[in-house]
């Protein structure tokens, strides 16, 4: 069992950065792919961006690639989102999953409950 809790979400400014955390529980962190997944209100919850269970290949969607980083600290069971150049429309509920698998947004094991980002314009 790997409990997810995010971090880091609020309001900033188009230009503006932000850094998202997730915090997990469970001694198996290690093991697990993580992703990034965001669900403005009224749309689907798309992919955002992964990182392997080393830390390595992080993936990025079209939409946030060389905006957005992703890193994990496995020593402390985090997992971050850098999220620089911010527009409007990446304003949404930014959820991090866990898998043993691939990430994807219909296979992911385990969920958190997400943070609000909004951006304005």
């Known amino acids: 069992q790997v409990q997810l809790v995010e971090s880091g979400g609020g309001l900033v400014q188009s230009g503006g950065s932000l850094r998202l955390s997730c915090a997990a529980s469970g001694r198996t962190f290690s093991s697990y792919a993580l992703g990034w997944f965001r669900q403005a209100p009224g749309k689907e919850r798309l992919f955002v961006g992964a990182?392997?269970?080393?830390?390595?290949?992080?993936a990025y969607a079209d939409s946030v690639k060389g905006r957005f980083a992703i890193s994990r600290d496995n020593s402390k069971n985090t997992v971050y989102l850098q999220m620089n150049s911010l527009k409007p429309e990446d304003t949404a509920v930014y959820y991090c999953?866990?898998?043993?698998?691939?990430?994807?947004?219909?296979?992911?094991?385990?969920w958190g409950k997400g943070t609000l980002v909004t951006v304005s314009s």
């Open positions: 999953a866990a898998t043993r698998g691939v990430v994807t947004a219909g296979g992911m094991d385990y």
């Open positions: 990182i392997s269970p080393s830390g390595g290949s992080p």
